[in-house]
Structure formats: C-alpha cells, structure tokens
C-alpha cells in the first residue's frame, strides 16, 4: 500500500487493485486526483470536497447522504456517479476493501448541529489505513497507520495527541493541516514525538510526498 499525503486533509492510497483518493477538498491541488480510480469523501465541508474537483475525471465516488444531497444540488452531474455509504458498511472501492467508520464531526461549538462524518478504514495487500474524516472517532479495530487531522476549529493538541494514543496505530501521518502555519506544525510534531508512547511514531509530509 503507498500512501501519498496531499494539500490539508487530502490523501491518496494505492492499494493492490487501483487508486483511492479521500477528501480532495478546497484546499488541495487538483493534482492529487491524477490516476485516480475512485473517490471516497467524509461529510460536506468544503476543504473536504470541491465538486469542480469531482468535475476534472469520470470516476466513481462513495459518500455518506448530506454529501450525495448537496452534489445533487450543486453538480448532478457527480451525483451520478455517488454510492451512498453508512456507518458499519464493509465495500470494495477499486480493489480496496473499506469499512465505514462513524457517523458524526466533532463538535466545534455546541451551538452548531452536529454534521454528519464518516470515516474509512481501508485495507489491501496486508495494511490498513484510517482517515477518520472531521472526527476523533477511533476505528474499533487495529490499524498500521493513523491519518491523524492535527489543526482545526474543534481541535486543540492535547485531543490530537489522546486521539492518536488511543487508535495506537504503529504510525500516525498529520493531515488537515493548513489551519495552522509551520511553526505551529512544527509545535505539534514536537508534542506528538514528546508524548506519545513507544511503538507509536508521528509523521509530516509535504504535499505530493509519500509516508
């Protein structure tokens, strides 16, 4: 399994079948679709999906409904091509097994509603990865790599650091990662690397690197 971390919460998987993009959102370059064979998004937010994205290739895309709902409305023409997901659901996306994680986005003030939000645990030739969306919902099962989101509105460091010491994936990647600027990027990386326990490494990666 390569994985490739792009702009914000966007990352490519390349598993044994094909290629899989997750959340090419706002932020990130319409580049990190190239090859793509299919498209998983997490819930509605715009630096998680960007319909003219979606526009740039003719590929399948799995979502939860409120995204299927506002594609429908913004870009039926992506409508077309979406497979509405639910929390528990066990599918193949081009050659990668996916379970669909969590049905919820974190709180970023308890006067907003709660957003829906799903996460994918995806799984091919032996490795598994979790991107947990807008969520700090844990995957229940073991994983080999955490994509772990470190900058947001509803995020603070310590509920960064708790998340990936409760996941215990051997390797965690920092997504969602434009909020803050390298200094503070740099901040977490240092607290990850001070507190996390043994057997669990923290990484950054620039856009277009791969872990």
């Given at each position: 399994?390569?994985?490739?971390?792009?702009?914000?919460?966007?990352v490519?998987?390349?598993g044994?079948?094909?290629?899989?993009v997750?959340?090419?959102?706002?932020?990130t370059?319409?580049?990190?679709?190239?090859?793509?064979d299919?498209?998983?998004?997490t819930?509605?937010?715009?630096?998680h999906?960007?319909?003219?994205h979606?526009r740039g290739l003719?590929?399948?895309v799995?979502?939860?409904?409120?995204?299927?709902?506002?594609?429908?409305?913004?870009?039926?023409?992506v409508?077309?091509?979406?497979?509405?997901?639910?929390?528990?659901?066990?599918?193949?996306?081009?050659?990668?097994?996916?379970?669909?994680v969590g049905?919820?986005?974190?709180?970023i003030?308890?006067?907003?509603?709660?957003f829906?939000?799903?996460g994918y645990?995806l799984?091919?030739?032996?490795?598994?990865?979790y991107?947990?969306g807008?969520?700090?919902?844990?995957?229940?099962?073991?994983?080999?790599?955490?994509l772990?989101p470190?900058?947001?509105?509803?995020?603070?460091?310590?509920?960064?650091?708790?998340?990936?010491?409760?996941v215990?994936?051997?390797?965690?990647?920092?997504?969602?990662?434009?909020?803050?600027?390298?200094?503070?990027?740099?901040?977490?990386?240092?607290?990850?690397?001070?507190?996390?326990?043994?057997g669990?490494?923290?990484?950054?990666?620039?856009?277009?690197?791969?872990l």
């Open positions: 399994m390569r994985i490739t971390k792009f702009g914000h919460a966007c490519r998987v390349q044994e079948g094909g290629t899989v997750i959340d090419p959102g706002s932020f370059d319409a580049s990190a679709l190239d090859g793509a299919a498209v998983l998004i819930h509605e937010h715009a630096d999906v960007h319909p003219p979606l003719d590929v399948p799995w979502t939860i409904d409120a995204v299927a709902r506002m594609l429908r409305e913004h870009a039926p023409d409508a077309e091509r979406v497979t509405v997901v639910r929390p528990g659901d066990r599918l193949e996306v081009a050659g990668t097994a996916v379970e669909v049905e919820k986005h974190a709180v003030h308890p006067d907003y509603p709660r829906d939000n799903s645990v799984s091919s030739g032996g490795s598994s990865v991107h947990p807008d969520s700090l919902t844990a995957p229940g099962r073991t994983v080999d790599v955490l772990a470190v900058s947001a509105p509803w995020l603070k460091v310590g509920e960064a650091i708790d998340f990936v010491r409760e215990a994936a051997p390797t965690s990647l920092g997504i969602h990662d434009c909020v803050y600027s390298d200094i503070g990027l740099a901040m977490v990386e240092q607290h990850m690397h001070n507190l996390l326990p043994d669990q490494a923290f990484e950054r990666r620039q856009p277009g690197e791969d």
